[in-house]
């Protein structure tokens, strides 16, 4: 990459206003429905941006992640920040217990994900254990569970199963054959499928988009974008976001450099 291309990333990278709400335009919220969950209702797709940590761009440590949740106009739609513990996030960062607080322009919170630590998961080959297997749950408002997302056991490709608030099966995830991440990896597709109820038809995908050779070298700042069903019901559209969320910190979350 030539040098012009590798300043324009870099201000690119630097120059992000996901903090700034003064600077940003913020979806508007549809009328009649008070819930937290109305602006997923008219959307069928979402860019989910992380925001940069000068704090692991330099000594290599995570920091608590930040995200901008955008709809496909460029208007932002939630802002997402972790809870977390720092030693967790330092030595064991893919099994980190969490909760991520998504909230709206008036900082109201609006959907809660929580995630517990278990220090064996990750795994598809022994997802068929409790103690083994990637989970988050999904509350909104918070403290009322609307549903989950539980890794299950494969031999080869991540399978996730998203479950509505009675535990039953809604949709179902399928992870590329390969995932690649790092600088090298502009050339590879980190699809990760949503099929249907039938367990065979392609509803939706959720992609982990390259950030470029400098964002991709330092951080693990990730960018991704998730593509669902429009009438699908707005607490799976917020499941499936949780399940975005999951797979950055199972599969995107360690840094390069470390």
Not at 196 to 215: L, P, R, S, W
Request: proline content about 5%; aromatic content about 10%; hydrophobic content about 35%.
């Amino acid at each position: 990459m030539n040098r012009a291309g590798l300043i324009a990333q870099a201000n690119q990278m630097l120059n992000n206003n996901i903090l700034n709400p003064q600077q940003l335009r913020w979806m508007d919220k549809p009328a009649g429905d008070p819930s937290g969950l109305a602006y997923l209702k008219p959307l069928d797709s979402l860019l989910v941006k992380q925001t940069l940590s000068l704090t692991e761009m330099m000594v290599g440590i995570p920091g608590s992640a930040k995200y901008g949740i955008f709809n496909n106009k460029n208007e932002q739609v939630y802002y997402a920040f972790e809870e977390s513990d720092f030693c967790q996030r330092a030595y064991c960062p893919q099994t980190r217990r969490f909760d991520l607080h998504v909230v709206d322009s008036a900082n109201q919170e609006l959907i809660r994900l929580r995630r517990e630590f278990k220090c064996c998961s990750g795994c598809c080959w022994f997802a068929c254990c409790g103690g083994c297997s990637q989970e988050i749950m999904v509350e909104s408002p918070p403290g009322t569970v609307i549903g989950s997302v539980t890794q299950e056991c494969s031999c080869w490709r991540i399978h996730y199963t998203l479950k509505d608030e009675r535990d039953n099966p809604v949709l179902k995830i399928v992870g590329p054959g390969c995932m690649c991440d790092g600088p090298y990896a502009c050339c590879c597709e980190n699809k990760f499928t949503i099929y249907g109820t039938d367990g065979a038809t392609e509803v939706g995908a959720i992609y982990k988009k390259y950030a470029g050779f400098i964002a991709e070298s330092m951080t693990s700042s990730d960018t991704f974008t998730l593509q669902m069903p429009m009438d699908l019901s707005v607490r799976m559209k917020a499941v499936a976001l949780g399940a975005l969320f999951l797979i950055d910190f199972s599969h995107f979350v360690e840094n390069r450099r470390r």
